[in-house]
């Protein structure tokens, strides 16, 4: 048997020292009415040499972005991971250890989180920072709960570009009563500052909003931030950590709390995860803060460690009175990102992020020379862009695939209207050759 | 065994009040320290906030549980002790001194008299530990 | 004695250093102050540390080497299952055919994760006795969140709106009782009975028509089957409530018996400890709710689904679903591990993953229970819970006893848990350790239970050969310290 060492003389010295005839005995407990009579109901047990066809097999029935020139984003990102991320993330001292409990012997694993709490605060401008949360999703639904928890209000505004799939998430988590959750119109691809400010008072705990939003424009915060610390509301603000290599840091332009997603640096897209949330705050949120947080300290002899703190705001203490369920988290792709993070460097992301900017801006250009092809926006954009088409996106879409490219995800799955919107999204993986046969594909289906 | 000030009213879930006039300045008792261990960090209520007698007034954490603070007297809350904030320890060093929590300015003094004496709450924080 | 400290990254810092290679621009260049705007763009991007890759290589490498896992180290530590990951899985799941998939490419590019998905549920409900199942929640805490949810979309659907109670018992994980209150419910504690089972009779006097639902744990928190359990949902059910199964605790019951069969609702599973995916230092784990049919509509969406033609695809059309509690399908690199091991072990592996587990814990305890207190003294399942509190009179506590078994190279026990336990150890030794493994930490802890009474200050002091020593967990939290700051006038360089 795969896995269990046992042998059967192995089993014979166990069961005379518990005393026992057979280890059927040990389920004396379960009732007899509730034994289960039969086998379960599974495929064969593979050898590990079958395993490894079988699966070989079952992902060769995909066919992911690198059999296709992609520009898809929406959330998920395929930018260049480094080999040595891989690599590091690999020690199976850090992927086969538990949450880090005990602290003198998880101290690799203590301070990456307390680099990555650093690196956190640096991207997002914020005071301080968790351990990670399961997705960018999660993390702006638990920063409004946090809003809430730390205001002791109601109601929370969230804009219509933000990326719908974390609306969704959103509205799950509010769900049961917690708060009422209203809509912010984005006319010309912005959130409404009129509508903000009529809809604002001191019932709203906190305004969420993207940057870059969804629709690739990036937000004026600074406005934003103004007209929310009017009525002591939270700016909430879920940020592109690459856009974060050359935009102004949320935190520079007034936001209270930033939350993303993580996955764009250093973890592969793996249909949608495991993936990584960041949440960084001002420091007047720090008791309200959901899930792990690492801390520096020192043992007797002086010398710095690390340990898990802040213990009592979580669910183990806390139990109902806890702010977030939270427990275990991201920690592993938390640790790529760090990773990731520690290899660009100052100037390495703050080069992404030009590539990014350049090749996106090249590509709209291009795009909006072909007839009946024009930004739906007049908006400054990073690295994605939302470009109106004469005919519907999803046709588009699905011909453009027959020719290799995965041209953008259509604006209608999400909002109706849209039906001729496609967003598209450009990383620094995209080469100005696959740009050019993207622009002469179209040119050539329109 | 505990300190128990002879001078103090102290309510079942082992806060302390101190009246002066229709102030009362409010704290948690030694004995409530002891249990909760090493305080690290409180939950104190922002000034203008109107509390009914038995209502959450703050909350507190220590390194193995987390507790609610009760609101002995009813009121508004006019002064909190923000050096909590920075050094919660005082809770634990000086619960009746430097460790107190918040001022309510009481809407019906009376409530007062509800509380218990130091004796009665000594059979209490006996009772519990 | 073998302390030493590894710099911080931003330490070992120095300006112009770069640890990538990046292709040159091959597009014209944008001035991003008139793309995007003045006001907007940073001028001089993010104060990250600058190192070349074979710094950031070895800084890394040398933290891993400050850091142990069950691949270094024997790690019993309660209600985690750390049993052994197989290297196989981590290979398969990292497969580019899988990796390699956008999570919006049309179900057409996805049929193999798709397939893999739709199996992995199916292996579940089986596994489970359940009907149907998600992959959606990240993590069991997401999975009970998830299973409330759904708890009161089913009320609520039955117009049954004042069911607002939770009834979690005390022993429970802290996640139940956080979970509830997040979804919104009340929680109401029940009492457990001297045998560490649910107390009937607290929870007949408790059950009534504004209970939602009951969550448990099944062998509990204590590693303990409670026999009444067919009476405690009946109980719950005849009062028109739910019942949740907290899945933390599968290990010790695969193929023997299974949550629906014991009448559960609802259920979670976390594929990080039964279905031996690894815990990452705290994550990505996995948390699939699976329901009986009358919840099924409920479930998040989107829904996995096989047409009549054997081709697979997302379903977003639920309009009864509580709707997204994750963005996409869950950590599905997460699930290809799990789908690996199932397969690996098929049915009857499974069950002797359980039977094992289940013969490892009652063997350690039986090597323990002289030396250490056994509050609850019954044959338990695949963990135990002993109390530290005969050594309470050398001063001793649970946390010294794990702080010295640190030296003796094996990963402790859960202590402080459950909360009904004064001083509590909780063990669980899985099923993929060796007796000579097993004997070597009973031979440990039977030596730290003598240590106490001739040398505490071994124990008191401990743990002695770490790269740190105890580190004072209470300054840490009464003077958080919680990121890197350049120091002062540092930042002109």
């Given at each position: 048997m795969p896995y269990i060492p046992h042998t059967p003389r192995d089993q014979e010295r166990m069961m005379r020292a518990i005393g026992i005839g057979a280890v059927d005995e040990l389920f004396r407990d379960v009732p007899e009415s509730l034994r289960l009579r039969k086998q379960l109901d599974l495929p064969e047990p593979l050898s590990e040499m079958e395993l490894v066809a079988e699966l070989n097999e079952i992902a060769n029935a995909n066919r992911g972005v690198d059999h296709y020139t992609s520009f898809l984003g929406a959330g998920a990102y395929d930018h260049f991971v480094p080999s040595a991320v891989n690599h590091l993330v690999s020690r199976s001292e850090f992927y086969t250890a538990y949450t880090p409990y005990q602290a003198e012997i998880s101290q690799g694993i203590l301070q990456a989180i307390y680099e990555f709490q650093t690196m956190v605060c640096i991207l997002t401008g914020m005071d301080v920072a968790n351990a990670s949360m399961y997705d960018g999703a999660t993390a702006a639904a638990e920063a409004a709960v946090m809003s809430l928890n730390a205001s002791g209000r109601k109601r929370v505004l969230v804009s219509q570009f933000v990326n719908p799939e974390y609306r969704s998430v959103i509205s799950t988590y509010l769900s049961g009563g917690l708060a009422t959750v209203d809509e912010l119109a984005c006319p010309g691809g912005v959130t409404g500052i009129d509508q903000l400010r009529a809809m604002l008072d001191d019932s709203v705990a906190s305004v969420i909003v993207q940057y870059p939003n969804f629709a690739g424009i990036v937000e004026d915060l600074e406005a934003l931030a103004g007209e929310c610390q009017r009525v002591g509301a939270a700016l909430i603000v879920i940020a592109d950590p690459i856009s974060l290599g050359l935009l102004k840091s949320p935190g520079a332009l007034g936001a209270d709390i930033v939350v993303g997603e993580g996955q764009s640096m250093g973890n592969p897209l793996h249909f949608g995860g495991p993936y990584l949330g960041f949440m960084g705050a001002r420091v007047k949120y720090l008791r309200y803060l959901p899930g792990r947080i690492s801390g520096a300290t020192t043992d007797g002899e002086g010398n710095r460690g690390f340990v898990l703190t802040l213990q009592a705001r979580e669910q183990h203490i806390r139990r109902e009175r806890a702010y977030s369920n939270i427990c275990t988290n991201q920690s592993l792709n938390a640790l790529a990102a760090t990773i990731y993070l520690s290899l660009m460097g100052k100037t390495g992301l703050r080069r992404v992020a030009e590539l990014c900017l350049n090749k996106s801006h090249y590509l709209a250009g291009r795009l909006c020379e072909i007839d009946g092809v024009s930004m739906a926006y007049e908006a400054p954009f990073f690295k994605e862009f939302v470009v109106r088409l004469p005919m519907p996106a999803e046709e588009v879409v699905n011909k453009l695939r027959t020719h290799r490219i995965l041209a953008g995800v259509p604006m209608g799955r999400y909002y109706?209207?849209?039906?001729?919107l496609l967003l598209i999204c450009v990383t620094e993986k995209r080469t100005k050759e696959d740009m050019d046969e993207f622009v002469q594909r179209l040119g050539a289906i329109l | 065994m505990s300190n128990i000030p002879e001078e103090l009213r102290y309510a079942e879930t082992h806060e302390w009040v101190k009246v002066d006039g229709k102030r009362a300045l409010v704290g948690i008792s030694d004995h409530a320290q002891e249990e909760l261990g090493d305080v690290v960090a409180l939950y104190l209520p922002d000034v203008g906030k109107q509390v009914s007698k038995g209502d959450k007034l703050a909350e507190i954490d220590s390194m193995k549980t987390s507790d609610v603070i009760y609101a002995p007297v009813s009121g508004t809350v006019v002064e909190v002790n923000s050096a909590v904030d920075e050094t919660p320890e005082i809770v634990n060093e000086d619960p009746y001194g430097k460790g107190w929590l918040v001022v309510i300015e009481m809407s019906s003094p009376g409530e007062v008299d509800d509380l218990m004496t130091a004796a009665q709450y000594a059979e209490v924080a006996k009772g519990d530990s | 004695m073998s302390r030493s400290t590894e710099p911080l990254i931003f330490e070992l810092s120095s300006p112009g250093r770069l640890g990538v290679d990046l292709p040159r621009c091959d597009v014209p260049s944008v001035d991003p102050g008139k793309a995007i705007g003045q006001n907007l763009v940073s001028s001089t991007g993010p104060d990250l540390p600058e190192l070349s890759e074979i710094d950031v290589i070895r800084h890394f490498t040398r933290l891993s080497k400050r850091n142990i896992g069950v691949d270094t180290s024997f790690y019993p530590l309660g209600s985690c299952t750390m049993k052994y990951n197989p290297k196989v899985n981590e290979d398969l799941a990292s497969l580019p055919g899988f990796a390699s998939v956008h999570p919006l490419q049309p179900a057409d590019d996805a049929q193999g994760t798709l397939r893999l998905l739709y199996e992995l549920e199916q292996f579940l409900v089986e596994i489970g006795g359940m009907d149907a199942a998600s992959l959606q929640p990240a993590a069991g805490a997401q999975g009970e969140m998830t299973g409330l949810m759904l708890i009161r979309a089913y009320h609520m659907a039955n117009g049954d709106s004042a069911r607002r109670k939770i009834l979690v018992p005390d022993s429970s994980h802290g996640t139940n009782p956080a979970s509830a209150a997040l979804t919104g419910f009340e929680v109401v504690e029940v009492m457990s009975n001297d045998r560490g089972g649910v107390d009937l009779e607290d929870l007949k006097r408790l059950t009534d028509e504004t209970v939602a639902g009951l969550m448990l744990t099944n062998p509990n928190t204590l590693g303990l089957f409670d026999e009444n359990i067919e009476e405690i949902v009946k109980i719950v059910h005849n009062a028109g409530g739910l019942a949740y199964y907290d899945g933390a605790n599968m290990n010790a019951i695969l193929g023997i018996c299974r949550p629906g069969d014991m009448g559960f609702d609802v259920m979670h599973f976390n594929l990080h400890k039964t279905f031996s995916t690894p815990h990452g230092g705290g994550g990505p784990g996995s948390g699939p709710v699976a329901v009986k049919k009358h919840l099924t509509r409920f479930l998040p969406k989107p829904r996995v689904r096989k047409d009549s033609d054997g081709r697979y695809y997302l379903d977003n059309d639920c309009p009864d679903s509580i709707g997204k509690v994750r963005s996409f399908c869950g950590n599905v690199g997460v699930c290809i591990k799990a789908y690996c091991y199932i397969r690996q072990m098929g049915a009857a592996g499974l069950t002797e993953v359980s039977k094992n587990a289940v013969l490892n814990a009652n063997y350690l305890l039986s090597r323990l229970k002289g030396t250490y207190d056994l509050p609850y003294d019954r044959t338990c399942m695949h963990e135990f819970v002993l109390s530290a509190e005969n050594l309470k009179s050398s001063g001793v506590k649970a946390r010294d006893v794990a702080k010295r078994l640190l030296d003796y190279g094996v990963h402790p026990p859960t202590v402080y848990f459950p909360l009904i336990v004064h001083e509590a150890l909780m063990v669980e030794p899985t099923e993929t350790e060796t007796i000579e493994t097993l004997d070597a930490f009973a031979d440990a802890m039977i030596a730290i239970a003598r240590e106490s009474e001739s040398d505490k200050e071994k124990v008191l002091g401990a743990p002695h050969e770490t790269v740190v020593g105890r580190l004072d967990e209470v300054l840490a939290a009464r003077k958080p310290d919680l990121r890197w700051k350049p120091r002062a006038g540092a930042a002109a360089e």
């Open positions: 109706s209207g849209m039906e001729n | - | -």
